[in-house]
C-alpha cells in the first residue's frame, strides 16, 4: 500500500505532462499554422500565414467573429506593430511599416526575428535576396536595396 501512493502521483503528474509535450510546435490553440511569407519593399512587410482551424472552430469564427484568430496569429508572428489588412479561415495578410531599418541611400537592414510558434515553412523575399527555412522559429539577419530610385 505504501507504494500505491507515489506510483498513482507519477501517473497522474505523466497524464498531465505527455499530453503538453506532444503538442506541435506550430500550433497556437486551435489554429495550425503551415507557412509564413514575409515580403519586403523597403522598410515595409508584407506578411502572409497559410492555417488551418480545429475542427468546428470555422463555424464558431463565422458566427462570433474572428478577433480572437487574429490575436492567436498576431502573437505567433511577434510583429508588435504588424496591422491585419485580411483575416480568414485559412490565410491572413499582415503590413508591418518598419520592419527593417533604413539606413538611406537605398540600404535597409532586416533584424533577425523570432516567431512565437514553429512554421513548417518560412519563405522570406526582399529585392535581391531570398530564403527559405524549414521547420523554423525565426529568421535571421541580412541587408537589401531598395527598389526606389
Same mark, same amino acid.
Given at each position: 500500500?505504501? =507504494?500505491?501512493?507515489?506510483?498513482?502521483?507519477?501517473?497522474?503528474?505523466?497524464?498531465?505532462? $505527455?499530453?503538453?509535450?506532444?503538442?506541435?510546435?506550430?500550433?497556437?490553440?486551435?489554429?495550425? $499554422?503551415?507557412?509564413?511569407?514575409?515580403?519586403?519593399?523597403?522598410? &515595409?512587410?508584407?506578411?502572409?500565414?497559410?492555417?488551418?482551424?480545429?475542427?468546428?472552430?470555422?463555424?464558431?469564427?463565422?458566427?462570433?467573429?474572428?478577433?480572437?484568430?487574429? &490575436?492567436?496569429?498576431?502573437?505567433?508572428?511577434? $510583429?508588435?506593430?504588424?496591422?491585419?489588412?485580411?483575416?480568414?479561415?485559412?490565410?491572413?495578410?499582415?503590413?508591418?511599416?518598419?520592419?527593417?531599418?533604413?539606413?538611406?541611400?537605398?540600404?535597409? =537592414?532586416?533584424?533577425?526575428?523570432?516567431?512565437?510558434?514553429?512554421?513548417?515553412?518560412?519563405?522570406?523575399?526582399?529585392?535581391?535576396?531570398?530564403?527559405?527555412?524549414?521547420?523554423?522559429?525565426?529568421?535571421?539577419?541580412?541587408?537589401?536595396?531598395?527598389?526606389?530610385?
Amino acid at each position: 500500500m505504501r =507504494w500505491s501512493h507515489p506510483v498513482l502521483l507519477v501517473l497522474l503528474l505523466a497524464g498531465l505532462a $505527455f499530453p503538453v509535450l506532444a503538442a506541435e510546435g506550430n500550433r497556437m490553440g486551435y489554429v495550425s $499554422f503551415h507557412e509564413v511569407r514575409i515580403r519586403l519593399l523597403d522598410e &515595409r512587410a508584407r506578411i502572409e500565414v497559410d492555417y488551418t482551424l480545429d475542427p468546428g472552430m470555422s463555424l464558431i469564427i463565422l458566427f462570433f467573429g474572428s478577433a480572437d484568430l487574429q &490575436r492567436k496569429i498576431e502573437r505567433s508572428l511577434k $510583429f508588435p506593430s504588424a496591422k491585419a489588412e485580411e483575416v480568414g479561415l485559412s490565410h491572413a495578410v499582415f503590413t508591418v511599416d518598419h520592419a527593417a531599418e533604413d539606413y538611406g541611400d537605398r540600404a535597409y =537592414w532586416f533584424p533577425a526575428h523570432s516567431f512565437g510558434v514553429t512554421f513548417p515553412l518560412v519563405e522570406v523575399k526582399a529585392p535581391g535576396y531570398s530564403q527559405s527555412f524549414t521547420t523554423a522559429r525565426g529568421t535571421t539577419e541580412f541587408g537589401y536595396f531598395g527598389d526606389r530610385p
